[in-house]
């Protein structure tokens, strides 16, 4: 039997209600890994452009990465890949706890969803049996319901990936949420939005199987020493998870503020950091973490007292507090919360989300939006009844909230004028929080990031803040945080450096405790037993980025889509640390392409797949 993987993927026709096991070679499972890369090589050989993305010939895949569930830190992440139905490209969203490592415990590495069931159903997987089962019952329900309901079906330990009504309605950034009120979320791009069109509720799991470790003696001493290094150089995180973030990327002048409009916002960031929110005083319930991480940044919170009194919810991560916060110009944390409990029960992208309700604010304060529209919500900037009441309109796809569940490029392009100024995307994904104008390199990544507005891509900005990643000899390096010098080769290793994490099944938080290529390709060579050095695994990276820019270039994707909204390119900030700072996007992309070996127009050459075994 193989260390590190089971060899074999497990294929669901919801059409024909049938079930498979499907073998996967050795050398694709080295080629590839596993997660993103294993589905990437699979999703680009069938890939069909005239099947548009909430067709039920769209199929997806729900993979674990190579290292998810066993002993290395932090591999508790699977992800999800498919066309999107929000951008109509390539999309891969990853979650974390505990349902890769269960499943992984059942005996499979992946599985791959085809066609649409007739009525609404669950995948009930364990380690002895595989089964469809009727989820008629759970339609309507949201996904913490469907989660105590599914265990009590099924077994009371097992895992939960469940849609909820925003999935069902087919909201464009419907997300997936696993285990209930935990709420890890598989977010970005649309995932729930293709299980809701396929009546898939939800994916459930139990299993008792280990994966083997070729070398556990070897692995089990060098993660004793690697371990306390993650946890020296993750403190903050342990603390207060993302959520401690918020004052020091406005120093930064990182944060959005007012749908991406202003400087600063030091005051608010004070009210909602987790510094200030996350004591057992305030709001934080209990600390929980994902499987094999030494980090623990997960947190519960409670709110007590107040209109909002009874919320009993997983805390609001950075990119929430920014978006439902600054970006929506609100100082009030529980209404973040409220805002976030809310988008994990009905299983929509908090991201995507509060962008819509900030361009929607904007759009009220020019008159595009009407009360009419809302439904008499009075969109006002900062309003907690606006930022509540918008995320049910677009999850229950109500009055403008219909038109927003479309993202807010679509609605921009139907509500016309000025509208599509007010948009703020890369390739129709709305940016993730954290502004190219504080570090240019970001800027590079939003605009050739594979599924758009992702700031996961590359994570610069943690190196321009001061983090180091000897390996890639970045330790000493000048710092080029506001100009074009430097910016196009920093994205383009870290971009392959972070391409690697998705394959694997690893948490992306290990590259703040500076861990870096060299460990990770040792943890590969201990449980599988290849002999696989940095420089393979980082090879394997780029192949694994240049076959999903070609699965984007069979969908048109080319030069003329690698850009950012006008608002990121001309508008500089009018005042904080990255006070009149825009990037210098077309000369950073031309050299950009040249590191990557790609045309001018942004194509992979036939060298460049040819030297990456692509051809």
Request: with cysteine; glycine share 12%; net charge negative.
């Amino acid at each position: 039997m193989p260390c590190g993987f089971w060899g074999k993927i497990l294929e669901v026709d919801l059409k024909a209600g049938t079930l498979k096991d499907i073998v996967i070679s050795k050398d694709d499972y080295r080629k590839y890994l596993g997660g993103s890369g294993l589905a990437a090589k699979m999703l680009y050989g069938e890939l069909d452009t005239d099947v548009d993305p909430l067709d039920e010939r769209n199929p997806v895949a729900i993979m674990a990465g190579l290292l998810t569930g066993t002993i290395a830190p932090a591999s508790s992440r699977h992800v999800m890949c498919a066309r999107s139905p929000l951008t109509g490209i390539w999309d891969e969203s990853a979650a974390g706890g505990y349902w890769g490592a269960m499943f992984r415990r059942t005996g499979y590495d992946g599985i791959i969803i085809r066609n649409k069931s007739e009525k609404p159903v669950y995948l009930w997987i364990t380690d002895e049996k595989s089964e469809l089962r009727d989820a008629s019952h759970l339609w309507g329900k949201d996904t913490y319901e469907s989660d105590e309901v599914l265990r009590t079906e099924t077994e009371n330990k097992a895992k939960t990936a469940c849609i909820g009504p925003a999935g069902e309605k087919m909201v464009r950034f419907a997300s997936v949420t696993h285990e209930g009120n935990e709420s890890h979320s598989a977010g970005r791009g649309g995932i729930g939005a293709i299980w809701g069109s396929k009546n898939l509720k939800a994916i459930v799991v139990f299993g008792k199987k280990k994966i083997e470790i070729y070398n556990r003696e070897k692995m089990t001493s060098d993660i004793k020493s690697d371990a306390e290094q993650i946890k020296e150089l993750s403190v903050g995180m342990t603390a207060f998870g993302t959520a401690g973030g918020v004052v020091g990327v406005e120093s930064w002048g990182d944060l959005p503020i007012k749908n991406w409009q202003l400087g600063s916002f030091a005051e608010g960031a004070q009210k909602i950091t987790g510094q200030t929110t996350l004591t057992p005083e305030m709001y934080l319930d209990k600390h929980h973490t994902c499987h094999a991480c030494p980090i623990r940044c997960g947190k519960s919170v409670k709110i007590d007292e107040g209109p909002y009194a009874g919320l009993r919810s997983n805390k609001p991560e950075y990119e929430t507090l920014a978006g439902f916060g600054s970006n929506c110009m609100n100082d009030n944390w529980e209404v973040i919360a409220v805002a976030n409990d809310k988008c994990n029960r009905y299983g929509i992208d908090t991201i995507s989300t509060s962008g819509c309700v900030a361009f929607a604010m904007e759009c009220y304060e020019h008159g595009i939006i009407t009360d009419d529209d809302t439904l008499g919500l009075p969109m006002e900037w900062g309003s907690a009844d606006a930022i509540i009441g918008m995320v049910d309109l677009i999850a229950e796809r109500k009055g403008i909230g219909d038109l927003l569940a479309e993202g807010s490029a679509r609605a921009a392009e139907e509500l016309g004028g000025l509208a599509p100024e007010f948009v703020v995307d890369s390739k129709g994904m709305e940016l993730a929080c954290h502004d190219p104008r504080a570090f240019t390199s970001m800027a590079v990544n939003y605009a050739t990031a594979v599924r758009g507005g992702c700031h996961l891509e590359a994570l610069t900005y943690f190196y321009g803040r001061g983090k180091h990643l000897d390996d890639l000899r970045y330790l000493n390096e000048p710092r080029y945080n506001h100009g074009y010098e430097g910016s196009a080769r920093l994205c383009y290793d870290f971009q392959n450096y972070m391409g690697i994490f998705n394959p694997l099944g690893l948490c992306k938080f290990l590259f703040p405790a500076e861990v870096g290529p060299k460990m990770i390709s040792r943890w590969i060579s201990n449980i599988t037993g290849w002999d696989m050095d940095m420089d393979e695994l980082m090879t394997t990276a780029e192949r694994i980025f240049n076959l999903k820019r070609m699965y984007n270039f069979k969908l048109g994707i080319s030069r003329k889509d690698d850009t950012l909204s006008p608002r990121i390119l001309a508008e500089p900030r009018p005042d904080g640390w990255a006070r009149g700072v825009v990037p210098y996007l077309g000369k950073m992309l031309s050299e950009y392409y040249q590191l990557r070996g790609w045309t001018k127009l942004g194509v992979p050459t036939v060298e460049t797949l040819d030297k990456l075994g692509l051809s």
